[in-house]
């Protein structure tokens, strides 16, 4: 593996080259140090795709024959119904369960430069002359319109039976979801940077298919393995900024009881997760109620890591706690046959996990919230909340559309 850099350059800018005239272009992009590396790959030397239902996941296998190479790419929340043995009343989506992609080529890039990896010099002298173009002019573009698929009675309806399950004892909570829809006839890529440009997270992705394209802007960590350390980073709590009232908002957020209890409750549940693969007395939870400070919203988040075990490989740890406790509910099982019973569609991608092994082995995946799908001109995008015995239903509702105010014109 070779390696050369150049002066800082803007991923940006050469991803909307990439994308004219390369096969299955794919971008990370992190607002700061503490997400993903700012990552470019394009023309992968190998691709793995999987559709829930068929049999025979070999992802573990992909991931060991490609040991080295960069690997992109997703798994769906369906994925992890599949898994855990919950069939879905739902019928199948276009887009497969898993996408990933393995480069022997790619480039990052920091503030102080741009780097490229590659094994073929070619590699190198594409880049060169991609390099030394002019930028290409960014292309305006007027984010979709998404409307609410689900009416607010039937919300409240469903709202009404998870809290019943509570009542019963079925659950403790349930992480109830609802889809958006949208239109737009603009280039992928479009408009992937424009909603990058209202949405600075640290876990961000563009991933091509041949169904559609999926546009993570998520903010929230799922689980990062790194010489054999585990950490997962559950997103629980939320509250809209405020030009006027930023502050009342965000203290209001932390004196909220029926938030803190959400919070530890899948902390809790993430904890037991990672007691599953981890060695025993490993499992630590080290930032207990943190805050997080997104464009649109305040969130509060917990930190939990542990040791993994030595007969656990990460892409096995990492199947096995998926779905994600904090999109899923507690008990996790029972949550996620509630959540099919009360959704209209699959989630698909939608709380899935979107992320990369980099050549080193380190895993980093997100929870795949605050993410588009697009499927020809047809835009789609998942927003929720957990529910609890405290929740409000009028409060749940317009918590999961100022989620989604940074998506929307």
Not at 71 to 78: K, P, Q, R, T
Not at 109 to 130: L, Q, S
Not at 156 to 166: A, L, P, Q, S, T
Request: aromatic content about 8%; proline content about 5%; hydrophobic content about 35%.
């Amino acid at each position: 593996m070779d390696k050369r850099t150049f002066p800082a350059t803007d991923i940006r800018s050469i991803f909307r080259i990439v994308s004219k005239t390369e096969v299955n272009p794919v971008m990370l992009w992190s607002s700061s140090d503490s997400g993903w590396k700012r990552i470019l790959a394009f023309n992968p030397a190998d691709a793995y795709v999987y559709q829930c239902g068929t049999g025979g996941n070999t992802l573990s296998r992909f991931v060991e024959k490609n040991i080295g190479k960069l690997l992109v790419g997703y798994i769906s929340y369906d994925l992890g119904m599949e898994l855990m043995n919950v069939p879905s009343q739902h019928s199948r989506i276009d887009l497969p369960d898993i996408c990933f992609y393995a480069y022997d080529n790619w480039v990052k890039f920091n503030e102080r430069e741009t780097i490229v990896h590659f094994t073929n010099e070619e590699f190198w002298y594409r880049i060169e002359a991609i390099i030394r173009k002019d930028p290409p002019e960014s292309t305006a573009v007027v984010l979709p319109h998404f409307e609410t698929k689900i009416k607010r009675k039937q919300y409240g309806k469903n709202f009404r039976r998870i809290i019943d399950h509570i009542l019963n004892g079925d659950i403790y909570q349930a992480n109830y979801t609802h889809q958006l829809h949208g239109v737009s006839k603009a280039e992928p890529v479009d408009i992937f940077l424009n909603l990058l440009k209202n949405n600075p997270v640290d876990f961000a992705a563009f991933i091509p298919t041949k169904a559609g394209n999926v546009m993570s802007m998520s903010p929230e960590r799922f689980i990062r393995i790194k010489d054999r350390k585990i950490i997962t980073e559950p997103i629980k709590g939320t509250r809209p900024r405020s030009d006027n009232d930023d502050n009342k908002m965000k203290q209001e957020l932390l004196n909220s009881e029926k938030e803190e209890a959400e919070l530890f409750m899948i902390t809790d549940l993430l904890r037991n997760d990672l007691g599953k693969v981890c060695k025993i007395g490993s499992v630590n939870v080290i930032e207990k109620k943190g805050l997080k400070k997104l464009p649109a919203v305040w969130h509060t988040f917990s930190s939990i890591e542990g040791e993994l075990r030595d007969d656990i490989s990460p892409i096995e740890a990492w199947l096995s706690m998926s779905p994600g406790g904090s999109i899923t509910g507690c008990p996790k099982k029972r949550a996620i046959e509630i959540i099919d019973e009360l959704e209209d569609e699959r989630r698909g991608v939608y709380t899935g996990s979107v992320g990369v092994i980099y050549p080193d082995g380190e895993l980093d995946m997100n929870i795949a919230i605050r993410t588009v799908v697009q499927e020809g001109n047809r835009l789609s995008l998942g927003v929720g909340g957990g529910i609890t015995l405290g929740s409000n239903e009028t409060d749940e509702f317009d918590e999961t559309m100022v989620k989604a105010e940074s998506f929307r014109e």
